[in-house]
C-alpha cells in the first residue's frame, strides 16, 4: 500500500505531500489541483513502463508542465496580501515526484537538457532516481541510487556500480533489477506495473466490458475493463462471494450476477 504521495514543480503543484490511506477521496473546486494529483500519480507508474519521457511529450513537453510559480512563496503570498506570480529562477528546475509504502519507497527528478541542435533537444532528462527501505528516507536506508548515468545499489556497508552508462531518458527500471543483482529495483518495478487507473472505463453498447471475453483468472481488473466477467468469477471461486452478492444486493434490490461461459473459452455477464 502506497503510504504518502510526494510532488513538486508540477503544473499548479509547487510542493506537496499527502499521507495516504487504504481509501482517499480528494475533493476541492474547479481548478484546485485535483486532476494534476491524479495525473502526477500515473506519470509515476510511466517510469514502470518506460513510457515517462513519452508521457511528459504528450503533455507539451516538460517546460510546460513546470510549476509557474515563483521558486518560493513568502508569507504574504500564503495569506493572500501580494499575488503569486513567476520570477527569475536562481536553481536548476527539476519535476520530482515520488510515494513512499510499506517495504520500499522510490523518487524521480526530471530536468531539461543542455542546449543542442539535436532534433530530442526538448527531451526531459532523469536527473536522479532513489530506492531506500521504508517509508521515510534517511541516508542509510537508501538501497538504490541513480545519479545522471550511474547506477549504484547498496552492498553490505559499501555500493556496487550495477550501470554508468545509462541512458539520460531511461529509467533505472529499463536498465537494472533481477532476483539476483538487485532484488529491490525488480520488486518495485513489479510493484509498480500492478497500479491500475480507470478514469477511461466505457460502458457504451461497444465497450469491451460488455462483449463476452476470453476469460482466465483475474485477481486485478484490467484498466480499460475488458476482463470484469473473469475478474468477478475469480471472486467468486477464489475470493469472497458472500460480499460480492451482498454489495450487488445493496446496490441493485432483488438483482443477481451469473457469470457464464458462452463457449470457446469466453465468459458473459449475466445481471
Request: net charge positive.
Amino acid at each position: 500500500m502506497l503510504k504518502t504521495l510526494a510532488v513538486a514543480n508540477y503544473r499548479s503543484i509547487n510542493k506537496l505531500v499527502i499521507p495516504l490511506g487504504r481509501l482517499n477521496l480528494i475533493t476541492g473546486p474547479n481548478g484546485s489541483g485535483k486532476s494534476n494529483l491524479y495525473r502526477a500519480l500515473r506519470l509515476l507508474a510511466e517510469t514502470a513502463q518506460g513510457g515517462v519521457v513519452n508521457a511528459l511529450a504528450r503533455e507539451g513537453g516538460l517546460e510546460s508542465t513546470f510549476w509557474a510559480g515563483p521558486e518560493t512563496l513568502t508569507r504574504r503570498m500564503h495569506n493572500g496580501d501580494v499575488a503569486i506570480e513567476g520570477s527569475v529562477r536562481q536553481s536548476p528546475m527539476r519535476l520530482r515526484m515520488g510515494f513512499a509504502g510499506e517495504e520500499f519507497s522510490y523518487s524521480i527528478a526530471l530536468g531539461l537538457p543542455a542546449p543542442t541542435r539535436s532534433f530530442f533537444s526538448l527531451d526531459p532528462e532523469i536527473k536522479r532516481e532513489c530506492i531506500w527501505a521504508g517509508p521515510l528516507y534517511r541516508p542509510a536506508s537508501l538501497l538504490v541510487d541513480r545519479n545522471g548515468p550511474m547506477i549504484r545499489a547498496r552492498e553490505g556497508r559499501g555500493w556496487d556500480v550495477l550501470a554508468q552508462h545509462t541512458p539520460n531518458f531511461d529509467s533505472l527500471f529499463d536498465q537494472v533489477g533481477s532476483l539476483r543483482s538487485s532484488p529491490e529495483v525488480f520488486q518495485m518495478r513489479e510493484f509498480i506495473r500492478r497500479w491500475r487507473f480507470y478514469d477511461h472505463f466505457r460502458s457504451d453498447a461497444d465497450a469491451p466490458v460488455r462483449q463476452p471475453q476470453l476469460g482466465t483468472r483475474t485477481p486485478v481488473l484490467h484498466h480499460d475493463g475488458r476482463d470484469l466477467a473473469a475478474a468477478l468469477q475469480t471472486i467468486i471461486e477464489i475470493g469472497d462471494p458472500e460480499a460480492l452478492h451482498a454489495a450487488i444486493s445493496d446496490a441493485f434490490p432483488g438483482a443477481r450476477l451469473n457469470v457464464t461461459p458462452v463457449g470457446g473459452g469466453r465468459f458473459a455477464i449475466e445481471f
